[in-house]
């Protein structure tokens, strides 16, 4: 072992007075992880100011997804970068990042700490979209260990080792897509993803603070990029399927849970993956039952 501190969880907040902030807070530390607030980067007025090596991409933004960030994303952008970034500076071998609005589940810091022991460069803890995956391993808590073949959305609970953070950093400091999209495109910057089935956090729900529409006086693509637009995408799917081929012992064969693996109401999926959603929606309990237990 390195003589590096083990492990930090970091709470985004841009209000640590929130009751749901607070509990979770406690939530974390009663389990017996140690914890750490992380002030969020406020975006929702406007545009944030940058710092270091970070870059605002506005041609590659109009090119690759034809609109800019709205100032509330790159405030959640930044938020989770320098939430990493500071774990990373800090000396953490591994930085769990939560958003404030999630809830943990009993076996929370009993599977983080299982985790850790499999030395893993990025586990997404929930998940708001049903994926195809292949089973890596049933862990001791009885929880899966899973490998994604796509991005499972979502940025509220999420785990990084120190490879992985690193990886990220190298990467994201060129911003050009929200946040979520950067940890769903792991490809881009080849960092293994795994989940944990059942999910050991969801989200509550509440108004998002993200504006994710650009307002009218945004800035559109010129011709130049409008004539980029279909090769950049033809470019991002080609490494795509390079990761497929070079990973794919590890992604395949693969296939959809049979029962929804976790809480979060805005969990989806689409085809197959709806179906499994929707045959288990009757006996899902609702949220207000959920909180009662935390």
Aim: aromatic share 8%; with cysteine.
């Amino acid at each position: 072992m390195t003589d590096l501190p083990h492990l930090i969880c970091s709470i985004i907040t841009l209000n640590r007075q929130v009751e749901t902030a607070g509990n979770l807070f406690r939530d974390i530390q009663q389990q017996g992880l140690p914890c750490q607030w992380f002030a969020g980067v406020d975006g929702r007025q406007e545009k944030p100011a940058l710092q270091g090596r970070e870059f605002y991409n506005l041609d590659r933004a109009l090119t690759r997804h034809r609109q800019e960030l709205t100032v509330s994303e790159i405030g959640c952008y930044l938020s989770h970068y320098r939430a990493v970034q500071q774990a990373y500076e800090q000396g953490y071998e591994f930085a769990c990042i939560l958003e404030d609005d999630v809830v943990i589940e009993d076996n929370f810091a009993t599977v983080v700490r299982e985790l850790m022991a499999e030395d893993l460069e990025l586990v997404r803890l929930m998940a708001l979209k049903l994926r195809r995956r292949k089973v890596v391993k049933t862990l001791a808590s009885g929880c899966l260990l899973t490998r994604p073949e796509r991005g499972v959305l979502g940025t509220q609970a999420y785990l990084f080792n120190r490879r992985g953070m690193q990886k990220f950093l190298d990467h994201a400091w060129d911003m050009y897509e929200a946040i979520d999209h950067v940890l769903d495109h792991f490809f881009l910057f080849d960092v293994a993803q795994h989940a944990v089935e059942p999910h050991i956090a969801y989200e509550r729900v509440r108004p998002t603070n993200v504006q994710k529409t650009p307002c009218n006086r945004c800035q559109k693509p010129n011709l130049w990029q409008k004539l980029r637009h279909h090769p950049a995408k033809l470019s991002f799917s080609r490494k795509r399927h390079a990761y497929f081929r070079t990973h794919k012992a590890a992604l395949f064969p693969n296939d959809l849970p049979n029962k929804c693996p976790g809480k979060s109401l805005r969990l989806r999926g689409k085809g197959e993956a709806g179906n499994v959603l929707s045959n288990e929606g009757e006996t899902m309990p609702s949220q207000d039952s959920r909180a009662e237990n935390h």
